[in-house]
Nanobody, 118 residues
Framework: QVQLVESGGGLVQAGGSLRLSCAASGSISSVTVMGWYRQAPGRDLVATITRGGQTNYADSVKGRFTISRDNAKNTAYLQMNSLKPEDTGVYYC??????????????WGQGTQVTVSA
């Protein structure tokens, strides 16, 4: 069993900052790509990071958001600065994971709400 648990969402004023965390746990052999997606209304890519640290960002967040990870802890982070009302939504973490049985698949967290007020 593999689980991803997000934390760090909340309510913030425009221009403020939040830091999201996503911890993967359970029967894990290896975590390859970790990413953050926002659902408002579709589930759109925000940022991804490979195990080696290569990152990819949506154009709308470049220069404001930073994704990072701690491979030893199987945890990814999303530092969100200069937040805008249009960043509002439920943020989901996705991990591409090889479980202890050797099977590779994507796992999703339960989501964390981010609300940015004007």
């Amino acid at each position: 069993q593999v689980q991803l648990v997000e934390s760090g969402g909340g309510l913030v004023q425009a221009g403020g900052s939040l830091r999201l965390s996503c911890a993967a746990s359970g029967s894990i052999s290896s975590v390859t790509v970790m990413g953050w997606y926002r659902q408002a209304p579709g589930r759109d890519l925000v940022a991804t990071i490979t195990r080696g640290g290569q990152t990819n960002y949506a154009d709308s967040v470049k220069g404001r958001f930073t994704i990072s990870r701690d491979n030893a802890k199987n945890t990814a982070y999303l530092q969100m600065n200069s937040l805008k009302p249009e960043d509002t939504g439920v943020y989901y973490c996705k991990g591409s994971i090889v479980n202890s049985g050797g099977f590779y698949r994507d796992y999703w967290g339960q989501g964390t709400q981010v609300t940015v007020s004007a």
